[in-house]
């Protein structure tokens, strides 16, 4: 079974500077995808950003970009200049692609944004 | 386009009880999950759906939970009877199986807003 590990229940940063939210997985796929989503208060979850695994290059959406290390298991968001509509619940979540495309969702690090 | 729709989004139940919550996918979206998502944790996968067949439904409680999606399109999820721990917030969401790639634009994962259950 695959499993999504976020050990960051709470973080918090200030206004314009940078944070790191970590997350690992484990799993014995070699064809999957890792995604950010972010899930505002009261809101819809969205997507951040996604990763392919067979691709070495980490992913980037504006101010958010990712840390992949294959070899670690490791897939973490960076948020640079970081904003109050930032502050939000992120989920880490992985996808195996031989069949069915079944998401696992780790827990959620509760990021709060300060002016 | 149009979102992943989802009704109702409260209720309110007495345990014992029965609710049903309903769902529409994005259009053209072949994948069709629902996930229970308690307070303060990530959503969990109750079932998943393949058009009107079904790919995984291993953690769906079967002795109270149920869901179909007999025309491939919408879906409902029900629970007979209701229990204390099932208060959260259940989320539907749909893929499209969409091709990976910095032209593909969509998101793969899609998300309603979501049914908030409490149980009293």
Request: hydrophobic letters at 35%.
């Amino acid at each position: 079974a695959q499993t999504v590990t976020q050990s960051q229940p709470e973080m918090s940063v200030q206004e314009a500077e940078t944070v790191t939210l970590s997350c690992t997985y484990d799993t014995s796929e070699s064809n999957y995808y890792l995604f950010w989503y972010k899930q505002p208060p009261s809101r819809q979850m969205i997507l951040v950003i996604r990763q392919e695994a067979y691709k070495q290059q980490n992913a980037t959406e504006n101010r958010f970009s990712v840390n992949f290390q294959k070899a670690a298991k490791s897939f973490s968001l960076k948020i640079s200049d970081s904003q109050l509509g930032d502050t939000a619940m992120y989920f880490c979540a992985f996808m195996k692609r031989n069949t069915g495309n079944q998401f696992y969702f780790g827990t959620g690090t509760s990021l709060t944004v300060i002016p | 386009e149009a979102g992943v729709a989802q009704s109702p989004r409260y209720k309110i139940i007495e345990k014992r009880q029965s609710v049903a919550f309903w769902c529409n996918p994005i259009s053209g979206h072949a994948t069709l999950y629902w996930y229970q998502q308690i307070l303060g944790q990530g959503p969990k996968l109750l079932i998943q759906f393949q058009n009107n067949g079904v790919v995984d439904d291993s953690q769906l409680p079967k002795d109270r939970f149920s869901a179909e999606r007999l025309k491939g399109v919408d879906s409902t999820l029900k629970i007979q009877p209701a229990k204390l721990e099932d208060s959260a917030v259940y989320l539907c969401a749909s893929s499209s199986l969409a091709l990976f790639g910095r032209n593909s634009g969509a998101n793969v994962l899609t998300f309603g807003a979501g049914s908030r259950l409490t149980v009293l």
